[in-house]
């Protein structure tokens, strides 16, 4: 069982401002239900450009859940400015500390809430966390890996996956992550200024794993509803894309079809050239 | 407060009878069954009878009984010891659905010098014997499939794939931890040749297993010593946990029907009161061929840990297959095996029951566990997207 502190275990039985604020000035979306922990922020300001209104959404565990309670607590009364200077180490702070394989939650906060502040400026955000994939398992490029490195003043493989997941599936990247905070720790002792690397165009897993599944709940699941049936998600390996049909659509002859016909062209348009469906009877 | 203790796949309570038995043999009859005076003797005679105790419930001759530590050691002194028993069969058949005692030791086997293949499972989690049948060859050494899985309570074709097995001239292990003492057993009549039993599973304490040996199976000692266990399994005797043991496969003879009965109805009926009371839920596994004390639910949009932690704060203890609460970052293997969707497979909970369990128990589950799921989709972005 994890060590939470009483802090923690009381903002995820009573968290505080959950729900959504009709026409807020800026939202954040992280995550998605497939990686297991999903985070939806928005606030909304007040005529002095302060935040006098948060409120979040949270799919995931008792310290996602506190840490994005305690979040909403930490930036009302600020302007966006001066909630970009809450750190993810500043919302673990907030409730007593994180358990280490738990600080991801608190960099997802840190992460809605930029995302959010980005978004009140008319900017998508996903856009600047592009970089190269470095952790395939979950998504996370070398520009996240590296920012948590920095910013956390992490030393270890180990410290990368608590705050960011990354390297906690198949372990293929480890080498990649302790280069990437080699380089990142070499830096800070010798030139503060950063190296800019160009950002790749590709699609980063978890933004390609979400985009599926916008596609799939915008695209394809209420004309398959509007029949009776559904469609579930199983996985994504690569370019693949497995998933099977609900209800009436189980029983229908030309389900095969359908899928295969609406599902895959939804997907290429809206995703990519070479994304191939997998239909599981 | 109230505790709800659903939760037995993962331990039980030790019976208060196998504590009472167990007492007398720390410090009053402490002498080592190997020794020749009379302190010694009347503490062979209980190991004796504990064995025989085990031997019945698995209807087999006490003989062919080895006692362990744990069921993991069950299974590593079944896998390697079959393998060292037949070292030039290099092939190794088991599932996609073990328990890591048995997976892991397997996936680390193939890293060393032996190929081994993981059947698949369908979505209910059941296997197919085409696929096995496929996969045993003359080089295979040992086919290790598990009697009964712990998260989702699917019980496998055990005596067909025995035969599939026994007709390839390989041998048979199946790690039987769930359903020892669930479902009756009769290796008389079995093609089973290697059977893992753990004690705390059926209200014996943690710290006891056994392997049943079938007479004439080749297995070379995993533990080398003493002349213990027939020189199959070094080490002084654990002889109070062995006497546990017994008293509890005793206890678990008389409690079968029990459990294949009235823990059955009560936990049918807590997962249909569940279903009913809870949309966008589903049962993950075969519900016919199952463990009579097991259930294990997805409720859609909400995550495991959650879940786990307000029905904790009730008093009511269960389990859940999401990443969050495996300590590592990946969710249940059992469940991915199955190709449960990502948004079942967060949101899993298992309830297993046990002799101990009650009515109440049930009533206070059903009362307390649907505003929790109703909550947790309040707080959840997906919750109400549909």
């Known amino acids: ?281 | 407060m109230k505790t709800v203790y659903l939760d037995n796949n993962a331990t039980t309570r030790v019976a208060p009878e196998v504590v009472e038995e167990m007492l007398p043999y720390f410090s009053d009859y402490y002498g080592n069954p190997s020794s020749m005076h009379y302190f010694g003797g009347q503490v062979e005679k209980k190991v004796v009878e504990a064995r025989e105790k085990v031997a019945q419930l698995l209807n087999c001759d006490p003989a062919e009984i080895i006692f362990t530590s744990c069921g993991t050691e069950s299974d590593s002194t079944a896998l390697r010891g079959t393998l060292g028993s037949y070292p030039d069969k290099k092939h190794i058949v088991t599932s996609r659905v073990e328990h890591p005692a048995v997976l892991n030791l397997v996936r680390h086997l193939s890293k060393n010098s032996y190929d081994a293949a993981e059947l698949p499972v369908d979505r209910k989690g059941r296997l197919t014997l085409a696929d096995l049948e496929q996969s045993v060859t003359d080089t295979t050494a040992i086919v290790s499939i598990m009697y009964a899985n712990n998260e989702t309570g699917v019980v496998f074709p055990i005596e067909e794939i025995g035969q599939i097995v026994k007709n390839r001239g390989s041998v048979f292990h199946t790690d039987a931890v769930q359903a020892v003492g669930k479902i009756p057993l009769d290796m008389k009549k079995s093609t089973i040749d290697l059977l893992s039993l753990s004690g705390h599973k059926l209200h014996a304490p943690k710290g006891i297993g056994a392997l049943y040996v079938r007479k004439g199976t080749k297995l070379t000692p995993f533990i080398i010593g003493g002349h213990q266990e027939r020189g199959r399994r070094a080490g002084t005797e654990n002889v109070p946990y062995i006497i546990g043991l017994g008293k509890a496969a005793e206890l678990a003879r008389l409690h079968i029907e029990d459990e294949n009965t009235r823990i059955r109805a009560m936990r049918d009926r807590l997962e249909a009161e569940l279903i009913k009371r809870c949309p966008d839920v589903q049962v993950n596994g075969d519900q016919t061929h199952r463990l009579p004390n097991t259930t294990n639910l997805s409720f859609e949009y909400v995550e495991g840990e959650s879940i786990l932690l307000l029905l904790s704060a009730q008093g009511i203890a269960a389990s859940s297959g999401s990443a969050c609460t495996s300590g590592s970052l990946e969710p249940s293997h059992v469940l991915r095996a199955m190709g449960v969707p990502f948004t079942y497979v967060h949101g899993s909970l298992r309830l297993s029951l046990s002799f101990y369990t009650t009515d109440e128990d049930i009533d206070f589950t059903i009362a307390n566990l649907p505003p929790i799921i109703k909550r947790l989709r309040e707080i959840s972005p997906f919750g109400r997207s549909r």
């Open chain 1, 1 to 281: 069982m994890w060590d939470y502190t009483d802090k923690l275990k009381e903002h995820f039985t009573n968290p505080r401002n959950v729900g959504e604020i009709e026409h807020p000035d800026g939202v954040g979306e992280v995550g998605s239900l497939a990686c297991g922990d999903a985070l939806k922020f928005m606030f909304k300001l007040d005529p002095n450009n302060r935040i006098k209104e948060a409120k979040f959404q949270t799919f995931g565990c008792a310290s996602a859940i506190a840490s994005a309670s305690a979040l909403t607590e930490m930036v009302i009364g600020k302007t966006p400015e001066e909630a970009l200077k809450i750190s993810n180490r500043d919302i673990a702070d907030y409730l007593g500390g994180l358990p280490e394989e738990k600080m991801h939650c608190s960099v997802m906060g840190r992460e809605a809430l930029e995302a959010a502040i980005a978004s009140s400026k008319g900017i998508d955000i996903t856009k600047q966390l592009e970089g190269e994939v470095v952790c395939k398992c979950f998504g996370i490029t070398d520009r996240e890996i590296e920012r948590v490195v920095r910013e956390n003043n992490l030393t270890t493989v180990a410290d990368v996956t608590h705050y960011t997941k990354a390297g906690g599936g198949c372990e293929s990247c480890h080498p990649k992550i302790e280069s990437i905070i080699a380089a990142v720790q070499g830096q800070t002792r010798q030139e503060p200024a950063r190296r800019q690397k160009p950002a790749k165009r590709a699609l980063s897993n978890i933004q390609r794993m979400k985009l599926i599944e916008e596609t799939i709940d915008r695209e394809i699941r209420p004309s398959l509803r509007t029949d009776g049936g559904d469609i579930d998600l199983i996985d994504i390996e690569g370019t693949k894309v497995l998933v099977t049909l609900r209800g009436a659509c189980t029983a229908c002859p030309s389900s095969g079809f359908t899928l295969k016909g609406l599902v895959q062209s939804k997907l290429r348009e809206f995703v990519s050239d070479d994304i191939e469906v997998l239909v599981e009877s």
